[in-house]
């Protein structure tokens, strides 16, 4: 069974510009979450679909966004990068049933010059 | 509210010595809580979790963890620290009021020494 697959694994942006990452979850999982890591701040919760709806949303500027498709694979866009933008990207999927563990990807490593 | 504080931001132990990453949650009711391992430029990997079935819980590579109601904490230990144990940890609880997001604690960084 494939796992949690991000794409890029590395990103390089200017600031101003925009960008998108993907994600795509395990089979038959619905349920995807992103997460930004940094030095500073940890891992913190951006936002969680599922069945294409946004479910919880994270302490961000509206400048991160995203969306879930009918297959489950989901996006995040960011617009005008900032240089604190510059971080991990994690996707997680899980199956919607409670206390099931969530399966990370490898991540997108994104950076803002 | 549920959080959890992990309360060791780095641990330096040496190979072949027992290794204790210590986590304390707090949860109004029965938790899920997990502990993650994190090696460099990598995503998360699920070391184990609970449930609220047994108190003590079998992970991979070794790793258990015993949850203590009493004492509100989740410690992560393993008998034997290897080279390749060096990553950073992560306790994680989670919020289930009608979503199931994902709490972190802060993350201990393990370093082993040879």
């Known amino acids: 069974k494939a796992g949690v697959t991000q794409t890029p694994r590395y990103l390089i942006k200017t600031r101003g510009q925009q960008v998108t990452l993907s994600c795509s979850p395990i089979s038959g999982h619905r349920s995807v979450s992103w997460y930004q890591q940094t030095p500073g701040q940890g891992l913190q919760f951006l936002f969680e679909y599922f069945s294409e709806t946004q479910r919880n949303k994270g302490n961000f500027p509206g400048r991160f966004s995203g969306r879930q498709f009918s297959n489950s694979r989901s996006e995040m866009n960011v617009s005008t990068l900032e240089l604190g933008d510059s971080a991990l990207y994690l996707c997680?999927?899980?199956?919607?049933?409670?206390?099931?563990?969530?399966?990370f990807g490898q991540g997108t490593r994104l950076t803002v010059v | 509210a549920q959080s959890v504080t992990q309360l060791d931001s780095h641990v330096s132990v040496s190979e072949g010595t027992p290794v204790l990453l210590r986590c304390n949650y707090s949860s109004s009711y029965s938790p899920s809580l997990f502990w993650y391992v994190q090696h460099p430029n990598k995503g998360l990997q699920l070391l184990l979790k609970?449930?609220?079935?047994?108190?003590l819980v079998k992970g991979i590579n070794g790793f258990e963890a015993e949850f203590k109601k009493s004492e509100t904490s989740f410690h992560l230990t393993k008998p034997s620290a290897h080279m390749s144990d060096a990553a950073e940890y992560f306790c994680v609880v989670i919020k289930s009021s009608g979503t199931y997001k994902y709490i972190f604690g802060t993350g201990t960084r393990l370093k082993v020494l040879a």
């Open positions: 609970y449930t609220s079935a047994a108190t």
């Open positions: 997680a999927s899980s199956q919607e049933i409670r206390n099931t563990e969530a399966f």
